[in-house]
């Protein structure tokens, strides 16, 4: 994990599989890349997203860039910290 954004990164792009292990049958699911549009003041914004389950999960920094709120991240408490007040600052 990198230390300095924590667990707000992920690399792309990311296997298209869900998983089975024979021997014990448990599954993982796999982020597979999905093409998502949030409207943003009225304009169309797309964003790199994965869909996980039938869920769609944004990077916590895009979203915090593109409606002006803070995003850090503290590593000594392994905890990510959400400021609406702050705005964002790019790191």
């Not at 914004?45 to 990077?59: H, L, V």
């Amino acid at each position: 994990m990198d230390e300095k954004k924590g667990p707000l990164c992920w690399a792309w792009p990311f296997p298209r599989l869900r998983t089975t292990d024979p021997g014990s049958g448990a599954t993982t699911l796999i982020a597979v890349p999905t093409a998502s549009v949030v409207l943003v003041n009225g304009v169309n914004t797309a964003f790199d997203a994965c869909n996980i389950g039938g869920n769609n999960y944004f990077k916590l920094r895009d979203l915090g860039s593109a409606f002006s709120f803070g995003v850090d991240w503290d590593g000594a408490a392994n905890t990510v910290l959400i400021d609406p007040g702050k705005g964002y600052t790019p790191d």
